[in-house]
């Protein structure tokens, strides 16, 4: 970090006294140039200690820290006036929130514990108490959970509608079931991460299709399991999204044959949320991690384009990464880093516990991508 000490000491590192008036001068101008440019061009840039194999927590803590929404909604104290009153609780997001104002007003060169934020965390979720290592894509599940029930604006939720909504289209009864979906959950946390997946069950029988939309607040993909060590990500997506047959123990009742028959199953995104969380499933389905793929997946940093799996044609889908959580390593022992888009100057760098230095955008692919923050670049398709 001695390069960002010389940037902000600026004259200090100059020595010499002996140079002529004009060299001074424009040592000067140079100088305040260089100021002129925000101090808040380089905050945000501070470690997190190692509490003990916590560098999972610390990886995702950093990718939410440059969620520049998500960030301004703390830095700001705008999450105050969400509170929910009526659950008395929010040490989650008061904890958060505090762990990120240190996180963007300490100097570049502190560390900051996350110990209070932990304690907070696994009293919500006690599979996170002591220090053993975990998995990121689910913490960060959790985190989400949390802080999403505490800033959640519905304070009495309604009982469940019988309403039908089949007879409806597909379009329509998709906003229906996003307006029932709010009327229990609205938050802040939900306008920034939740999206909507149109599930389509056709009978191979009758042709009969029903369609079902639910919310979801990441994308699990599936990695194509080729000979050749990269796919990419279009792959892993295509995979997530291309139509299965369900047959055997799987079939389920088609609604207008009344028996069970076989069906395909497609899904495709009827919804696309502000920023997309694309977990890539490197690890075994087993609680116990057995294995791990180490492929490469190829992603791209400007321009992911899903318009491609969209269910409405006229949908903007269009994303830019942000940050990625890696995991380097295997099973038994692995690392968390963290590599992240600083949202006020736009230069990427690595966050590794403590440690934060400056990168280059094209080390930002590597095969340790586990978990890819995409912020939405156009109007995302509201309903």
Not at 50 to 63: D, E, K, P, V, Y
Not at 274 to 280: A, D, E, M, R, T
Not at 295 to 324: G, H, I, T, W
Not at 355 to 378: H, I, N
């Amino acid at each position: 970090m001695r390069s960002y000490t010389l940037a902000m000491h600026g004259l200090s590192s100059r020595r010499d006294h002996h140079v002529p008036g004009t060299v001074i001068l424009s040592n000067i101008v140079d100088f305040m140039l260089h100021r002129t440019k925000p101090v808040k061009s380089v905050q945000g840039l501070v470690g997190l200690r190692n509490l003990g194999n916590t560098c999972f927590m610390n990886s995702i803590l950093q990718c939410l820290s440059n969620t520049k929404d998500l960030r301004d909604y703390c830095l700001q104290n705008t999450y105050r006036r969400d509170l929910n009153s009526k659950t008395c609780n929010s040490a989650i997001m008061e904890e958060f929130a505090r762990l990120l104002r240190a996180m963007w007003t300490c100097s570049i060169n502190e560390i900051v514990s996350p110990s209070e934020f932990k304690t907070q965390i696994q009293k919500y979720a006690p599979r996170f108490m002591g220090y053993n290592q975990q998995d990121a894509q689910e913490f960060l599940r959790f985190l989400l959970d949390g802080l999403h029930n505490e800033v959640n604006r519905v304070t009495v939720r309604p009982k469940p509608t019988c309403q039908d909504l089949d007879h409806m289209p597909d379009t329509e009864k998709a906003k229906q079931m996003w307006k029932r979906y709010l009327e229990r959950e609205d938050s802040r946390i939900v306008e920034l991460f939740v999206g909507q997946l149109k599930s389509s069950l056709t009978c191979m029988e009758c042709g009969y299709c029903s369609t079902v939309f639910d919310p979801f607040w990441d994308l699990s993909l599936p990695i194509p399991k080729k000979s050749i060590p990269e796919v990419s990500l279009m792959d892993c997506i295509r995979l997530f999204t291309k139509e299965d047959v369900l047959d055997g123990e799987e079939k389920p009742t088609c609604c207008r044959c009344k028996t069970r028959r076989r069906c395909t199953k497609k899904f495709t995104i009827q919804r696309f949320p502000k920023f997309l969380v694309l977990h890539l499933k490197r690890f075994s389905e087993a609680r116990i991690r057995s294995s791990k793929l180490s492929s490469f997946v190829n992603f791209p940093l400007r321009d992911l384009d899903l318009r491609e799996f969209a269910s409405e044609p006229s949908s903007q889908a269009k994303y830019n990464l942000y940050a990625v959580s890696n995991h380097s390593g295997t099973t038994m022992g692995g690392h968390y880093t963290a590599y992240c888009k600083n949202p006020n100057n736009s230069e990427w760098y690595t966050f590794n516990d403590s440690r934060v230095t400056p990168m280059s955008s094209s080390q930002v692919k590597s095969s340790d991508a586990y978990v890819l923050f995409y912020e939405l670049s156009g109007p995302s398709s509201r309903m």
